[in-house]
């Protein structure tokens, strides 16, 4: 069986955050919607999102957050991602690799000093 390229498996991760709506994603991981939930994704494609790029800041945030969302967080995240043209899955995922990258390694430091 032949290995997948790096190139192929990052392809592959961008297009499963692309194939579902926001709705379901926060469903394929568990989240039971709210109408809080809608107003907030309402709310993430008015600053311009898109639904792929929203899939990967939710992600994020269930990661930095233990598996809750922070609608203020969200929201400022969604802002702050389109002030940097932060409007693509592959940009919005290789920022995401990047700043994970710097919460593990703050992660770590903390670890050092009790």
Known sequence: MQRKS????????????E???PVEFLKYHGHIIS???LKMLKELHKIGLKSGVINVLLEYVLVVSRD???H????ELARYWFSQSI??????TEYVT?????????LENNRQYP
């Open 6 to 17: 790096y190139e192929y498996r990052k392809k592959e991760h961008e297009q499963r955050f």
């Open 19 to 21: 194939a579902k709506t």
């Open 35 to 37: 109408e809080a939930d």
């Open 68 to 70: 809750r969302i922070l």
């Open 72 to 75: 203020p967080l969200v929201i």
């Open 87 to 92: 409007m693509s899955v592959e940009h919005a």
């Open 98 to 106: 990047e700043e994970l990258k710097k919460y593990v390694k703050g």
